[in-house]
């Protein structure tokens, strides 16, 4: 008896694997996007630092000073938001690298039995198609 075939089990790994690989694809998107928008705000931290000591320089009210101070203050804890959030978007890509290579060798698995299988069944064939022209060859040299 033919043994039973592991393509529908196939099938659904190489599923499994394709929405890892989507998952992974999604998780680098987010992380580039919060990658970004890290960047934005640091740009900006940047030039108002740059722009505050430059007004320091040439003179600046004190009213001023302390709209400059709270908005780096601001944007400072914005920065740390986005590197929190950068870290866990980070994580994220992790865990569904380690998903997407799991999945990977699950199906590398079944298919590695598969051909296994498939192997040992064409070998019982053989085997059998062998003994069946044995015993042919048998008939018909007992016929002469």
Known sequence: ???FTLDAV?????SLEDQAAYHLVKAREEESDAQRQLNDEEEI?????????HEQ???IEVVKLAQFEQRIILI????QALQALMQKKQEAV??????????????KIMETLQQKQDEAW?????????ATL???AVIFHNRE
């Open 122 to 130: 064409q070998h019982y064939l053989d085997k059998k198609e062998t």
């Open 1 to 3: 008896m033919k043994p």
């Open 76 to 79: 400072s804890k914005q920065v």
């Open 134 to 136: 044995d015993e042919i």
């Open 57 to 59: 320089t040439l003179g």
């Open 45 to 53: 931290l940047k030039a108002l630092i740059e722009t505050m000591a």
């Open 94 to 107: 992790n865990r569904a690298q380690k998903y997407l290579i799991a999945k990977s060798k699950d199906r």
């Open 10 to 14: 196939l099938q659904h790994r190489k």
